[in-house]
């Protein structure tokens, strides 16, 4: 009896500790695995954004330098050669230092930059002009006419691209050869005739490493990327990865199905927390100067994310050993203190001061998930159903130049977006309100001090089983996007050699001009100039001294123009004078003045006989009156151009208006 009533008190001394510890400790325990969650969630999204950022960044940079490499004048010259009579004097000696400079010029992209297997310059009969292949690829010479990309690139306009999905292709003999991507854009003449198509092919496993490694910063963190069919896209060689144009479906096909109905976001598989994001090359604000951009039908939107283990009471206590032995400690001593009912209050005592080191543990955690929220690199705000703010980070507050208590509870956001692009934020809130529960827009926000800065919102709506309660919305800075589409506007319109104006920058001016002209009643003329022998320069100093020699004019004739002419290269040695104001006597003396000038400024050189090149210039001239645009003006001038030519060079034509319609 009596050693019943003992097994009891030794039974009941560490059962009741056992249960009060337990109580104790699980509140505190549950408070310190959320805040881990909400950590390693934080952690995740803001490697998901960055990678999403390297990966457009990536594309964007590629997509410009396909653009640029169309219209570099490079390219313009081989093919100008190629389409020259064979009757041409030096025509084969023009046409081999023309492809010899696209070589060089082919051949920097795939040393400088890394990223490219192969540029080739096709013409439209699918057959290999020029080509610079990276030896890790060696690809086997194919027929171009036949591949989807080429036969995608020559229905396409002017800076319109085609970009094929990562594939492995079969040509390529290398033993290091990875999968690649095509990038093919159509090139035009100046007359705008289809003229090529150039290729570049893209090492997709050096364009996507960068990606790869900001999605693996943080350990235990495994990243994804699938097209819209689920084949893998990351390209690996590290153990245990999967292996380039796997069908995932096939392989976590539970995590397959999570994600193929939403377009971002996170979601909770079994104990896993998966968070990722659609990227569309279509769609995405990054194509620049490109036009309308295709690729094969139903391989987007790929998916971008990254899979992390839900943090468990087992995870975190054998990956944090002190907190694992506090626990155990907890144990034992309450064990000991009921069985040793002397040390109770002591027992009371060790666990009050262990409680509170987790709880200050679990605040400090609170207070970091906190702290990446308020100053994070982009902006995040709740607006309730009304627009009304009702949250907004640091971030943003600096930006618009307020303070929490100016902004949260007082102001609605559509106050700070500009009348010009509030209609699409409005369009974007009502999507977030709608069914679907998520919008986004590319508006201009007002600052307090009156600038407006360009930013992108996408947002979606925070529900319960009640309904609404708020929408959650990242909004990102655009202004360095902004400033890279003005610079590649400007150099649209710019001429690289000389610094004039091109043949659109002058269209574009001549269409304004045409328009003044006609509300004030005045006169407008044309002078189209072409430089003698220029040709004859080229052969016999080289086209450096060419080059210079067409440096040295736009210089001589600018000096010469007045306010408000327009001066501008419409290719090779071709020039042409817009003069807003002038009459057929004003336009001669204008044209004779600079004729004169340019006859009378050498190019000083030591390798010229006498230190100096002399060169003229022909000109035709015509009045711009009132038609569609400027071409039938540019073929008066170009006829009285001509004619100058024809008379001896050195001199000016003028061109009536009646003449062009005998």
């Given at each position: 009896?009596?050693?019943?009533?003992?097994?009891?008190?030794?039974?009941?001394?560490?059962?009741?500790?056992?249960?009060?510890?337990?109580?104790?400790?699980?509140?505190?325990?549950?408070?310190?695995?959320d805040?881990r969650?909400?950590?390693?969630?934080?952690?995740?999204?803001?490697?998901?954004?960055?990678?999403?950022?390297?990966?457009?960044?990536?594309?964007?940079?590629?997509?410009?330098?396909?653009?640029?490499s169309?219209?570099?004048?490079a390219?313009?010259?081989?093919?100008?050669?190629?389409?020259?009579?064979?009757?041409?004097?030096?025509?084969?000696?023009?046409?081999?230092?023309?492809?010899?400079?696209?070589?060089?010029?082919?051949?920097?992209?795939?040393?400088?930059?890394?990223?490219?297997?192969?540029?080739?310059?096709?013409?439209?009969?699918?057959?290999?002009?020029?080509?610079?292949?990276?030896?890790?690829?060696?690809?086997?010479p194919?027929?171009?006419?036949?591949?989807?990309?080429?036969?995608?690139?020559?229905?396409?306009?002017?800076?319109?691209?085609?970009?094929?999905?990562?594939?492995?292709?079969a040509?390529?003999?290398?033993?290091?050869?990875?999968?690649?991507?095509?990038v093919?854009?159509?090139?035009?003449?100046?007359?705008?005739?289809?003229?090529?198509?150039?290729?570049?092919?893209?090492?997709?496993?050096?364009?996507?490493?960068?990606?790869?490694?900001?999605?693996?910063?943080?350990?235990?963190?495994?990243?994804?990327?699938?097209?819209a069919?689920?084949?893998?896209?990351?390209?690996?060689?590290?153990?245990?990865?999967?292996?380039f144009?796997?069908?995932?479906?096939?392989?976590?096909?539970?995590?397959?199905?999570?994600?193929?109905?939403?377009?971002?976001?996170?979601?909770?598989?079994?104990?896993?927390?998966?968070?990722?994001?659609?990227?569309?090359?279509?769609?995405?604000?990054?194509?620049?100067?490109?036009?309308?951009?295709?690729?094969?039908?139903?391989?987007?939107?790929?998916?971008?994310?990254?899979?992390?283990?839900?943090?468990?009471?087992?995870?975190?206590?054998?990956?944090?050993?002190?907190?694992?032995?506090?626990?155990?400690?907890?144990?034992?001593?309450?064990?000991?203190?009921?069985?040793?009912?002397?040390?109770?209050?002591?027992?009371?005592?060790?666990?009050?001061?262990?409680?509170?080191?987790?709880?200050?543990?679990?605040?400090?955690?609170?207070?970091?998930?906190?702290?990446?929220?308020?100053?994070?690199?982009?902006?995040?705000?709740?607006?309730?159903?009304?627009?009304?703010?009702?949250?907004?980070?640091?971030?943003?507050?600096?930006?618009?130049?307020?303070?929490?208590?100016?902004?949260?509870?007082?102001?609605?956001?559509?106050?700070?977006?500009?009348?010009?692009?509030?209609?699409?934020?409005?369009?974007?809130?009502?999507?977030v309100?709608?069914?679907?529960?998520?919008?986004?827009?590319?508006?201009?926000?007002?600052?307090?001090?009156?600038?407006?800065?360009?930013?992108?919102?996408?947002?979606?709506?925070?529900?319960?089983?009640?309904g609404?309660?708020?929408?959650?919305?990242?909004?990102?800075?655009?202004?360095?996007?902004?400033?890279?589409?003005?610079?590649?506007?400007?150099?649209?319109?710019?001429?690289?050699?000389?610094?004039?104006?091109?043949?659109?920058?002058?269209?574009?001016?001549?269409?304004?001009?045409?328009?003044?002209?006609?509300?004030?009643d005045?006169?407008?003329?044309?002078?189209?100039?072409?430089?003698?022998?220029?040709?004859?320069?080229?052969?016999?100093?080289?086209?450096?001294?060419?080059?210079?020699?067409?440096?040295?004019?736009?210089?001589?004739?600018?000096?010469?123009?007045?306010?408000?002419?327009?001066?501008?290269?419409m290719?090779?040695?071709?020039?042409?004078?817009?003069?807003?104001?002038?009459?057929?006597?004003?336009?001669?003396?204008?044209?004779?003045?600079?004729?004169?000038?340019?006859?009378?400024?050498?190019?000083?050189?030591?390798?010229?006989?006498?230190?100096?090149?002399?060169?003229?210039?022909s000109?035709?001239?015509?009045?711009?009156?009132?038609?569609?645009?400027?071409?039938?003006?540019?073929?008066?001038a170009?006829k009285?151009?001509?004619?100058?030519?024809?008379?001896?060079?050195?001199?000016?034509?003028?061109r009536?208006?009646?003449?062009?319609?005998?």
């Open positions: 009896m009596k050693l019943k009533s003992l097994a009891s008190r030794v039974t009941l001394a560490v059962a009741v500790p056992v249960v009060l510890v337990t109580a104790t400790l699980r509140p505190i325990a549950t408070a310190y695995i805040a969650q909400e950590v390693e969630r934080a952690g995740a999204d803001s490697m998901l954004e960055a990678g999403h950022e390297t990966l457009r960044q990536a594309i964007n940079e590629s997509l410009s330098h396909v653009l640029v169309a219209e570099k004048p390219v313009e010259r081989f093919l100008s050669s190629r389409l020259a009579p064979p009757d041409v004097p030096a025509r084969e000696a023009h046409v081999a230092l023309s492809r010899e400079q696209l070589e060089s010029l082919f051949d920097a992209f795939l040393e400088h930059y890394g990223r490219y297997a192969q540029v080739a310059l096709i013409d439209t009969q699918g057959e290999e002009l020029v080509v610079a292949t990276d030896p890790a690829f060696a690809f086997d194919v027929m171009h006419a036949e591949r989807g990309y080429f036969l995608e690139a020559m229905s396409l306009g002017r800076r319109d691209m085609f970009i094929s999905s990562p594939y492995l292709p040509s390529a003999r290398g033993g290091d050869a990875g999968p690649v991507v095509d093919a854009t159509p090139v035009f003449g100046p007359d705008g005739e289809r003229q090529a198509v150039l290729l570049f092919r893209l090492d997709w496993a050096r364009l996507i490493a960068p990606v790869r490694h900001v999605l693996s910063l943080e350990e235990g963190i495994k990243p994804f990327m699938m097209d069919r689920g084949t893998w896209l990351l390209a690996s060689r590290e153990e245990g990865s999967l292996e144009g796997a069908f995932f479906p096939e392989i976590a096909p539970e995590l397959w199905n999570a994600i193929t109905w939403r377009n971002t976001g996170e979601i909770e598989v079994d104990d896993r927390l998966v968070s990722f994001a659609t990227h569309d090359i279509r769609t995405q604000p990054y194509r620049g100067r490109a036009g309308m951009i295709t690729s094969p039908s139903g391989e987007h939107p790929w998916r971008l994310g990254v899979v992390l283990e839900k943090p468990t009471l087992t995870s975190v206590l054998v990956g944090d050993i002190p907190v694992a032995m506090v626990a155990l400690m907890i144990y034992g001593l309450s064990i000991a203190f009921g069985v040793y009912w002397a040390f109770s209050h002591h027992r009371q005592l060790v666990l009050r001061r262990h409680s509170r080191r987790l709880a200050k543990e679990a605040q400090a955690n609170a207070r970091e998930v906190a702290d990446l929220y308020e100053h994070a690199p982009c902006g995040y705000h709740s607006l309730d159903a009304d627009g009304r703010v009702v949250k907004m980070n640091r971030t943003e507050l600096s930006w618009l130049g307020y303070s929490a208590d100016e902004v949260v509870g007082v102001r609605e956001y559509r106050d700070f977006v500009t009348p010009e692009t509030r209609e699409d934020f409005e369009a974007a809130f009502a999507a309100l709608g069914p679907e529960g998520e919008g986004s827009a590319e508006v201009e926000l007002v600052t307090r001090e009156g600038k407006t800065l360009p930013v992108v919102i996408q947002a979606s709506a925070y529900t319960t089983t009640q609404f309660v708020h929408s959650r919305a990242m909004v990102f800075d655009l202004t360095d996007r902004k400033e890279m589409e003005e610079v590649l506007a400007r150099q649209a319109l710019t001429d690289p050699l000389t610094g004039l104006g091109n043949r659109r920058y002058l269209e574009d001016q001549a269409h304004m001009e045409m328009a003044r002209a006609r509300r004030r005045e006169p407008l003329s044309l002078i189209a100039i072409d430089l003698d022998h220029f040709k004859h320069i080229n052969d016999t100093y080289g086209h450096d001294v060419g080059d210079r020699v067409l440096e040295s004019f736009a210089d001589t004739a600018q000096r010469q123009l007045r306010d408000g002419d327009v001066l501008a290269r290719g090779g040695e071709e020039f042409a004078v817009l003069l807003p104001g002038a009459t057929q006597e004003q336009a001669l003396q204008v044209a004779g003045r600079l004729r004169m000038s340019i006859a009378q400024t050498p190019l000083y050189a030591d390798t010229f006989e006498g230190g100096r090149l002399f060169y003229t210039a000109m035709g001239v015509t009045a711009v009156v009132e038609e569609r645009s400027l071409k039938p003006a540019i073929k008066r170009d009285g151009l001509y004619e100058a030519k024809a008379q001896g060079r050195n001199r000016v034509v003028w009536p208006v009646e003449e062009m319609g005998a």
